[in-house]
């Protein structure tokens, strides 16, 4: 399974950026994709979820701001960003294969190779 992650870039605060992941290898339709992201010296966290169903989920510094969405035909997932923060400042990965669990959400086994954003104040 190969992940490609890409649409990163420098942008101003309040600008917009689209991040999209292409999927190569697997059985991307039957398959949660999630995006995550790691800001310098913190760790990685949970930006969205969709499901295989299409189903969204989004952490709470994403809400109302982000667009997760997938094109299945492409094997494609993107990410629609909006109203950017610096404390959105991150390197994004996409990640296939997670699923909820009892204790939260749990990313899967494959990660692309994260993009890099950086927002401006």
């Known amino acids: 399974v190969q992940l490609q992650a890409s649409g990163g870039g420098l942008v101003q605060a309040g600008g917009s950026l689209k991040l999209s992941c292409a999927a190569s290898?697997?059985?991307?339709?039957?398959?949660?994709i999630h995006w995550y992201r790691q800001a310098p010296g913190k760790q990685r966290e949970l930006v969205a979820r969709?499901?295989?169903?299409?189903?969204?989920t989004y952490a709470d510094p994403a809400k109302g701001r982000f667009t997760i969405s997938r094109d299945n035909p492409k094997n494609a997932v993107y990410l629609q960003m909006n109203s950017l923060k610096p404390e959105d400042t991150a390197v994004y990965y996409c990640n296939l294969g997670g699923r909820i669990a009892v204790g939260g959400i749990i990313p899967g086994p494959y990660w692309g190779q994260g993009t890099l954003v950086t927002v401006s104040s």
């Open positions: 969709i499901g295989s169903s299409g189903r969204t």
């Open positions: 290898g697997s059985d991307f339709t039957r398959n949660a």
